[in-house]
């Protein structure tokens, strides 16, 4: 079984070149030209009293670029690179600035924590299908949960579960749930859905996670809210009006359940893999790559121990990550993945295989996480571009007249889902919208904390995550597309439907609101 899957996804990586038309790629590099010839006839931009440069309308073209090209042309890291580049040109630099363009993106402490977190699991994972523990644990979760219906409900209650890291979750769900979807002829895509609407959505809504505290420590001094404890008050009172994380998570369900029937691309995808019982689409191009997908079970385990060889390295990754969490308000997501990879390794030794079959497995796992890191540098590379640029307070400014009570928790929404759209990060979204829209709306309500206020925070909360969803730019996007080892760009295509019924919802909701 696993390895007719295996020759699935080669033969449909090597059949993505059919799958698109080359004059999409001239397409692409045309309008790359002349952004850049246009950049230069432009000559130079406006400086305000500060000395900041003002791109104005400009800034908005390196991320619509990066989205509209990574769809038509199928090659995420062509389109973002491409993206980036032409940032460069409109900001004066030209090539000479990609260097320095890769150094202020990547040479961070958040972007190596990030890699490594990757890298661990890519390894984590390749030692669990060496022993054979994931393949056993399909098997025996197969005898427990025979329907689709119950292996999308597992995943979907997994996903909740993991409510503390937007990162943690689908890293943990998608590997964990991949045998037992793809033998429940569940699409890739599915599996990468199910992983992001219960990621991201379920941390935003809870007040001590990460996100809750984040959003927490953003409403300090606003309006009348004057310490944290006021800022924690406010925020629990804002997460029953953050419709669309709360929407998101249960059409999870209801779709599962088959409450809500499936449309759209997913519907396709399901059909096919149901059908024809293909995961992939053809052309697909899975961010696990081959290297780790191909690895089978040692020889010397003949019989996988689900208990020393999966079950364990589970549990460590949970205790650590919630104990830690818990303890400090802080996750060690890096560290858990971390213990339970050296745990493993010395299991494996006890089970009689050979140092250099460990590290030669562990090699295997790290350049099979080497698609997905590729296309994280990218899009850090176009969000810090994007920051350059302004983008996100240019939207802010052609658009802040139009906020007024009625409108003002249905405009943040919309905001706020554009700015992570064309940025890829809810968090950078939050910094900007909350210190906008919160003291806005204390003035609408004459100080008292209102509906108006509590709406106007759950909008961006919520408008935050919904951006994210639609964006092939975002890292909680990329890393469910990693955990579920699905094509990145067919996972945002299938996702985006849903996620706008979502948003749509959320929109009536928060115009209803508005009139009342």
């Known amino acids: 079984m696993k390895k007719k899957l295996n020759e699935k996804i080669e033969k449909a990586a090597s059949e993505e070149g059919k799958k698109v038309n ?7 590099l045309a309008v790359f030209l002349l952004v850049v010839i246009a950049s230069y006839i432009k000559g130079d931009f406006p400086v305000d009293a500060e000395g900041n440069v003002i ?3 400009w800034s908005l073209i390196p991320p619509v670029m990066a989205v509209i090209f990574a769809f038509i042309t199928r090659e995420a890291l062509f389109a973002l690179l491409l993206a980036s580049i032409s940032a460069l040109f409109i900001m004066g630099e030209g090539l000479w600035g990609l260097p320095g363009l890769f150094q202020d993106a990547l040479g961070n402490g958040w972007f190596i924590w990030v890699v490594m977190i990757e890298v661990f699991i890519g390894i984590l994972v390749s030692f669990f299908l060496k022993t054979g523990s994931t393949g056993e644990f399909s ?9 689709r219906v119950g292996v999308q409900l597992l995943a979907w209650v997994l996903g909740m579960f993991i409510f503390f890291s937007d990162y943690f979750s689908p890293l943990f769900v998608g590997p964990v749930m991949k045998d037992l979807t793809d033998k429940a002829k569940i699409s890739r895509e599915k599996l990468a859905y199910i992983c992001d609407s219960t990621s991201a959505p379920m941390s935003v809504l809870v ?5 809750g505290v984040y959003i927490t420590g953003l409403l300090v001094g606003l309006g009348t809210i004057e310490n944290l404890n006021q800022a924690s008050s406010v925020f629990f009172g804002s997460v029953l009006f953050n419709f669309y994380a709360i929407f998101a998570i249960a059409m999870v369900g209801l779709i599962a359940k088959g409450i809500i029937p499936e ?7 399901e059909e096919r893999a149901m059908n024809e019982g293909k995961v992939l689409a053809d052309g697909a191009q899975p961010l696990m790559g081959v290297e780790l997908s191909s690895i089978e079970k040692a020889d010397e385990i003949e019989n996988p121990n ?3 060889n999966f079950f364990i390295p589970v549990v460590i990754v949970i205790v650590v990550a919630v104990g830690s969490y818990i303890i400090s308000g802080s996750a060690l997501t890096l560290e858990a993945f971390m213990f339970a990879v050296f745990y493993l390794g010395v299991v494996m ?5 050979s140092i250099k079959d460990i590290f030669d497995t562990a090699v295997q796992g790290i350049k099979g996480v080497t698609p997905a890191i590729a296309i994280l540098a990218m899009a850090y590379l176009i969000n810090t571009a994007s920051s350059n640029l302004g983008t996100a307070g240019y939207v802010i400014k052609i658009t802040e007249d139009w906020l007024t009570p009625s409108l003002l928790p249905l405009l943040a929404f919309i905001l706020s889902g554009f700015i992570a759209f064309s940025t890829g990060t809810s968090w950078g979204t939050y910094a900007i919208m909350i210190p906008i829209a919160v003291p806005l709306a204390f003035a609408f309500s004459g100080g008292a904390v209102t509906t108006v206020v509590y709406a106007s925070i759950g909008a ?4 935050g995550v919904f951006g994210d969803h639609c964006s092939p730019l975002s890292d909680t996007t990329i890393l469910s597309s990693f955990g579920a080892a699905s094509d990145h760009i067919d996972h945002v295509k299938t996702q985006l439907p849903y996620a706008s019924v979502a948003a749509v919802l959320g929109l009536i909701a928060y115009l209803v609101i508005g009139l009342i």
């Open 349 to 353: 030794i006890f089970q009689k295989l």
């Open 263 to 269: 449309f759209g691309p997913m519907k396709k995808a």
């Open 306 to 308: 689900l208990i020393l």
């Open 207 to 211: 007040p001590f996670s990460s996100w």
């Open 22 to 28: 080359p004059k999409l790629n001239y397409l692409a």
């Open 139 to 147: 098997r025996v979760a197969g005898k427990k949960i025979k329907t």
């Open 460 to 463: 961006v909360a919520g408008g």
């Open 55 to 57: 791109y104005g309308a």
